[in-house]
């Protein structure tokens, strides 16, 4: 998988260094998270340690934060980007943290990651195990990616995606709604999670951003399967040409809050 190469790392990682977005997510994640005063926070797909590196900022100096993902790269980039010893980071899926982490979390966190996941059920019932009753697990989830909700289509998308269709001859795949609040709430509400609220964020930030985010490797591939490393370079080229990098761009996000059960 493309996740998983030290090149998607190191991009991955310079475009969080480079540009305000992550920041920016995490931020509003820390607030919804309330961290003030948690012992324990577990951080799913941490990715190169941004979000981690954001809860660090107000944690008490008694606190840990555990860092998981699934790619041994993003791991190792995550270690050299955290030296604080309240932070650890462990490979693995977000589905099997209760067999590879002992601890009992009171706040669970996954930035820009949670619709990924192949199924949120098992994700729920190992993040359950793992976690202290009145528990808080904050996600989001691009407002692209939910059902019902509605979002601008920007003028890189576009060239993007014509691009793509005239390099490969095949129409563009349209992005599949990934979440179902309701559903997920239901699928959460199985083990003992509850919605306690959801919230819009919007982001705003630039086509050239966005050009840079398409850059990295885990982002383009899905969308240029069986084109070489060469042709998914001229349909980027081709698509920043075509639109302004300067022009403001406005990202819908929904914050998902869950709260665990007090009577667990």
Same mark, same amino acid.
């Given at each position: ?43 799913? =797909?941490? +990715?190169?340690? $941004? ?15 555990? +860092? ?7 791991? +190792? ?12 980071? *462990? @490979? ?5 943290? #209760? ?6 979390? #009171?706040?669970? *966190? ?10 949120? !059920?098992?994700?729920? =019932? $190992?993040? $359950? ?31 993007? $995606? ?7 001859? @095949? ?17 959460? %509400? =199985? &083990? %003992?999670?509850?919605? #306690?609220?959801?919230? %819009? ?9 966005? =050009? ?13 399967? !069986?084109?070489?490393?060469? !042709?998914?370079?001229? *349909? ?14 406005? *990202?819908?996000?929904? &914050? ?9």
């Amino acid at each position: 998988m493309v996740w998983h190469s030290w090149e998607n790392a190191e991009i991955y990682d310079r475009f969080v260094r480079e540009h305000r977005i992550y920041r920016s997510l995490n931020q509003r994640i820390v607030e919804l998270a309330r961290p003030i005063g948690a012992r324990m926070v577990l951080d799913l =797909a941490c +990715g190169s340690g $941004a979000t981690t590196l954001a809860f660090l900022r107000v944690l008490d100096l008694d606190s840990e934060i555990v +860092g998981v993902d699934a790619s041994e790269e993003m791991i +190792g980039v995550a270690q050299a980007n955290v030296l604080d010893s309240r932070a650890r980071f *462990v @490979r693995g899926t977000a589905a099997s943290v #209760d067999r590879i982490l002992d601890e009992t979390f #009171d706040r669970v *966190v996954c930035n820009a990651a949670f619709w990924q996941f192949p199924d949120p !059920g098992p994700v729920f =019932a $190992a993040v $359950a195990r793992r976690s202290a009753p009145g528990a808080r697990f904050v996600v989001n989830v691009p407002a692209e990616r939910v059902k019902g909700e509605r979002t601008p289509i920007h003028p890189f998308q576009v060239a993007l $995606a014509r691009s793509i269709e005239r390099k490969t001859g @095949r129409p563009f795949p349209e992005t599949a709604t990934g979440v179902e609040v309701e559903s997920l709430e239901s699928v959460a %509400r =199985a &083990y %003992r999670w509850t919605l #306690d609220h959801t919230s %819009r964020f919007l982001y705003e930030g630039s086509q050239g951003e966005l =050009a840079e985010l398409m850059s990295i490797p885990a982002m383009i591939g899905p969308l240029t399967e !069986g084109m070489t490393e060469e !042709g998914r370079g001229q *349909v980027l080229l081709e698509a920043r040409e075509r639109t302004d990098p300067t022009a403001i761009v406005h *990202v819908p996000w929904v &914050y998902l809050v869950f709260k665990k059960d007090p009577a667990d």
